[in-house]
């Protein structure tokens, strides 16, 4: 008998049929004779719907009645799932946040957990009832109800696996597991049996967007064995663990892309000390993710050019503050460019191999493709290149590296 938390997303419960589908998987495993808790999302576009709600009413919110209204898609499906879950003999009960209680910090809109209560879920398990909890939400100190931040009842799930000590925690989704690449755009991409939790982060963070990046950290640092798969298809999905459980590590085992990418360049700033902190000291004040940051070396020993990327939704915002700060910078010309993509090489095998960079660079010098920007860590490479240029690339390093399908 294991312990298993099974999580279903908004597109598994996106109507009444689907719900009734996701009862019988539940069903299948209690029959085999497990232990099953589960957590579900909102049902598909209406974390959304209620998201518009709330800004119709006034864009500039307090955040605990935000989190009073998004929260409520969870407590829909919870109780539908309950009921058709009862329907087909199943003993199961509904959950809010509130009622374990999971107990979290109160950055309302994008709360941490904190700690997860079980003595009664523990003895309702004990009974063979499944409990049916919402995900994405929680309580604060002073009782009010908080929600984790968008994509959050994956992280729901996970830190219920990690309380309740569960053999595994398997993520249903639309998609049917982590490929090697987006396969709507290589279709060569295999899907992975197996990939590290590191690995798994880099991707998360880098754009693959399977996963909630804070529940792969939790997952990781919990040792949750999490696995993703689809809720449509009935096979085994990919599997995210630790790296002994990996037998055979291949050198690189994905490639990943992000277009939300934009670049901003500033002509001409003094090359002296502390210009570096004066340029990004008001974007972090101003909660603007700066990421790749290449300086140039200066012609004249007086002037050198800076060029780093943030978010493209953060663009806007970011060619305004430097605007504003523009006297104080002293920099020439301040060009930005919204046309640019990010695309990620990661292997945890790079950590002991040499040669993935330079593959990379000389794979993307045959297509003629201009890289703009480097930065790396321990297992992956990151360029930035022309938006226009993102599937091509994708390809090519997908073959490069030998993971193309047959
Ligand atoms: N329903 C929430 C959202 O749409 C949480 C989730 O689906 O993970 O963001
Ligand atoms: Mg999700």
Not at 43 to 54: F, K
Not at 269 to 278: E, I, L, N, R, T
Not at 283 to 307: C, E, F, H, R, Y
């Amino acid at each position: 008998m294991a312990r298993i938390v099974q999580k279903f997303g908004g597109t598994s419960v996106a109507d009444i049929g689907r719900i009734k589908a996701v009862a019988l998987k539940v069903k299948r495993e209690v029959d085999a004779g497990h232990q099953v808790a589960v957590v579900v999302s909102a049902m598909a576009g209406v974390t959304n719907q209620l998201v518009e709600y709330v800004n119709g009413v006034n864009p500039i919110h307090d955040a605990r009645e935000y989190d009073t209204v998004v929260s409520t898609g969870e407590q829909v499906t919870a109780g539908l799932l309950a009921l058709a879950l009862q329907e087909i003999g199943v003993q199961a009960r509904s959950w809010l946040g509130w009622q374990i209680p999971i107990r979290t910090d109160d950055a309302h809109g994008k709360a941490r957990i904190i700690d997860i209560e079980t003595d009664e879920l523990e003895r309702r398990l004990a009974l063979g009832e499944v409990p049916v909890v919402s995900g994405f939400q929680g309580l604060a100190k002073d009782n009010r109800v908080t929600t984790l931040g968008r994509g959050g009842s994956d992280t729901s799930a996970v830190a219920l696996a990690a309380a309740l000590g569960a053999d595994r925690c398997d993520i249903y989704t639309d998609v049917d597991g982590v490929y090697t690449a987006d396969p709507r755009i290589v279709a060569k991409a295999r899907k992975l049996a197996k990939i590290t939790y590191e690995e798994m982060l880099e991707m998360a963070s880098l754009g693959a967007k399977v996963l909630h990046a804070r529940s792969v950290e939790l997952a990781m640092k919990r040792g949750v064995r999490v696995q993703v798969l689809s809720s449509y298809k009935d096979e085994p999905g990919t599997l995210v663990v630790d790296e002994g459980e990996i037998v055979e590590q291949e050198l690189v085992s994905g490639i990943a892309y992000s277009r939300d990418e934009a670049k901003v360049t500033l002509v001409g700033v003094m090359d002296k000390p502390g210009v570096a902190a004066h340029i990004f000291g008001p974007l972090a004040a101003a909660n603007v993710n700066v990421d790749m940051i290449v300086q140039s070396v200066s012609p004249d020993g007086k002037t050198t050019d800076i060029t780093f990327t943030v978010a493209g939704s953060d663009l806007a915002r970011t060619v305004d503050l430097l605007e504003k700060q523009r006297d104080n910078l002293r920099y020439r010309k301040l060009v930005s460019d919204a046309g640019v993509a990010k695309v990620s090489v990661i292997g945890v095998g790079m950590r002991s191999h040499a040669g993935v960079a330079q593959r990379m660079f000389q794979a993307l010098a045959d297509k003629g493709i201009n890289i703009q920007a480097i930065s790396t860590s321990e297992i992956k490479v990151s360029v930035l290149i022309a938006e226009d240029y993102t599937e091509l690339a994708l390809r090519a390093l997908h073959s490069v590296y030998g993971l193309d399908s047959d």
